[in-house]
T-cell receptor
């Protein structure tokens, strides 16, 4: 089945640094990618949607200057958490959907656990 | 906001069928029903989806009522590895498709 790879799996860094998370679709072309965030014991919250070659669309309440999303190719999207602080610590999960029928499922990466000290 | 309602938790005995209900009474004509599950500390895993006909694959069966206002995911022979949070989501189809908006899901515990 479709595979989405996310890297790194976990990262610990100091407050104030920027962290980049990569999301790759390994066996299909991802025309649309999604980024989610999940806090402990909560459900996934959609942060933004990006289509290849265009700017990401952010959900209400998500700071676009804080969470930079780049979707430069059909197999790669990146999320950069800029000037990260402890409250940004969370589980970040990407998802991708390919071309074709509009009802095809999204596939998810295994997430990145981000801890800001 | 999520457009589905699911019970917060369910138990199932190992080897028995697990029947997970979902209510989506406001579903519109071009919206599909998707089921995903999330095992602790992993990304969601796609299970199955459907529009109005019942669907079956190697993982599960999806039964959608004739009025499409509710559905049931069936795991025919639950194992301990099926313990997870199961999410029922409705999403529109079309050229770009819609967004998957997650609700709270059902926490299924399969017990020996």
């Amino acid at each position: 089945g479709a595979v989405v790879s996310q890297h790194p799996s976990w990262v610990i860094c100091k407050s104030g640094t920027s962290v980049k998370i990569e999301c790759r679709s390994l066996d299909f072309q991802a025309t649309t990618m999604f980024w989610y965030r999940q806090f402990p014991k909560q459900s996934l919250m959609l942060m933004a949607t990006s289509n290849e070659g265009s700017k990401a669309t952010y959900e209400q309440g998500v700071e676009k200057d804080k969470f930079l999303i780049n979707h430069a190719s059909l197999t790669l999207s990146t999320l950069t958490v800029t000037s990260a602080h402890p409250e940004d610590s969370s589980f970040y999960i990407c998802s991708a959907r390919g071309r074709g029928r509009g009802h095809q499922p999204q596939h998810f990466g295994d997430g990145t656990r981000l801890s800001i000290l | 906001d999520a457009k589905t309602t699911q019970p917060p938790s369910m138990d199932c005995a190992e080897g028995r069928a697990a029947n997970l209900p979902c209510n989506h009474s406001t579903i519109s004509g071009n919206e599909y029903v998707y089921w995903y599950r999330q095992i602790h500390s992993q990304g969601p895993q796609y299970i199955i989806h459907g529009l109005k006909n019942n669907e079956t694959n190697e993982m599960a069966s999806l039964i959608i009522t004739e009025d499409r206002k509710s559905s049931t995911l069936i795991l025919p022979h639950a194992t301990l590895r099926d313990t997870a949070v199961y999410y029922c989501i409705v999403r529109e189809s079309g050229n770009q498709g819609g967004k998957l908006i997650f609700g709270q899901g059902t926490e299924l515990s399969v017990k020996p």
